[in-house]
Every structure is written in C-alpha cells, then in structure tokens.
C-alpha cells in the first residue's frame, strides 16, 4: 500500500495564510488554516494507506488525529523540503498540503500497479499532489516553487515515467480561494470556520 505524506506549518498567527491578511486578522488567518490543516488529516485518516506520515514545520496540536507519525520539516526551500519528505519512504508514496481541504479519500487513494507517478495539478499553476512509486528526491530538487510554472516544472520532472493525471484542484491562498474552496466542501471544518468568521462581520 501507499504512504500517505501531508507537509504542514504548524497554524500559528503570523506564520500561515498570510495572504489572507486582509481581509482577515492574522489570527482569523491561523484558525481557518487550522481547519484547513484538520480536514485534510481527517481525510488522510480515513484514506488506506500503509503509513500516514505529517511532514510538520513547527509542534502538532489538538488537530493531530491518531494514526500519524510526525516527522520534522528539513532545512532549506520548499523543493529540498518536499525532497526529504519523500527520501524518507521505502516504498510508494503520495504527497499533498494542507491548502486543499476539499480532497477526498477517493482522490486519495491511488493504485501504482499500472504508472509509476500521480501528478495533481493546482488551478493557481502549482501542485497539489505528487505521487511516485520509486521515491527519488531528485525528481523535487531544483524544482523553481511558489511560482505560477511551479507545476509545469514539477511535471517536466516527472517525463519518461508513466504518469496518472489526478484532477486539478484550488488552493486556499486568497480569500476569494477560501470561499469557493468553502463551497466545494460545505461539510467540513473549514467551511464552517469560514461562515463562522462571516457571520462575525467578515
């Protein structure tokens, strides 16, 4: 079975989502990644896998369901960070954020028997999700992140390799995200949070 990797900040104001500072406060910002952070393990939990492992920058919290080993985010940018997380797997496995809380454990769950590498495209340019069979961090390293060609690069990486397309799906990076994000799952913690937030004058 596959690992299931989740890279994460730890929700603390200032530290996550500040792109959502305005419209919202810092701490506004902190709770609805909090929410974010929350549905997307509470997928992960209820998704097959032989291991559930969080990738975490920074101390977990209430929100860490059972059934997750914690490892400590590495030194250096984002592509060296992604790199080490997949270094430490021994057989296949998928990664994803904690920015798209409305993931599924269908969309989750993923079958190597026929490719050799998932690839999750984000509507913002980026990537949502990277699966590989044989784990290489080399396939992250040197990867430009954060940019709008960041997932075309990442997908470049990947060629020569049989890869199964997952749908592309909206990161929560502005407040505009969040809503439809929100309207994609209106069931979960984050929708909630978000009309919570609404409903106090927001």
């Known amino acids: 079975m596959t690992t299931l990797l989740v890279i994460a900040k730890e929700p603390r104001p200032g530290r996550v989502k500040t792109r959502l500072t305005p419209p919202f406060t810092p701490e506004e910002a902190a709770a609805l990644a909090e929410a974010s952070l929350a549905d997307t393990l509470d997928v992960v939990a209820r998704t097959p896998a032989r291991r559930r492992v ?3 920058e920074g101390a977990p919290g209430p929100w860490l369901p059972p059934g997750f080993d914690v490892v400590r985010q590495c030194a250096g940018g984002l592509d060296e960070r992604l790199a080490a997380a997949f270094a ?12 798209t809380p409305q993931v599924t454990p269908e969309l989750l769950t ?5 490719c050799e590498a998932y690839f999750g495209p984000a509507e913002d340019g980026g990537f949502w999700a990277l699966g ?3 784990p290489d961090p ?7 992140m954060s940019t709008p060609r960041t997932g075309a690069a990442q997908r470049a ?3 020569g390799l049989r890869v199964q397309e997952l749908p592309p799906l909206r990161d929560v990076d502005t407040a505009h995200d969040a ?10 913690r984050f929708a909630a949070e978000l009309e919570r937030l609404a409903g106090a004058g927001r």
């Open 54 to 56: 969080l990738v975490l």
């Open 138 to 144: 080399s396939l992250l390293r040197g990867v430009p």
């Open 132 to 134: 590989l069979a044989q």
């Open 88 to 99: 430490g797997c021994d057989g296949p496995a998928l990664l994803i954020g904690m920015d």
């Open 110 to 114: 993923v079958d190597f028997s026929d």
């Open 179 to 188: 809503k439809l994000v929100a309207k994609a799952a209106p069931g979960g």
């Open 157 to 159: 990486r990947l060629t």
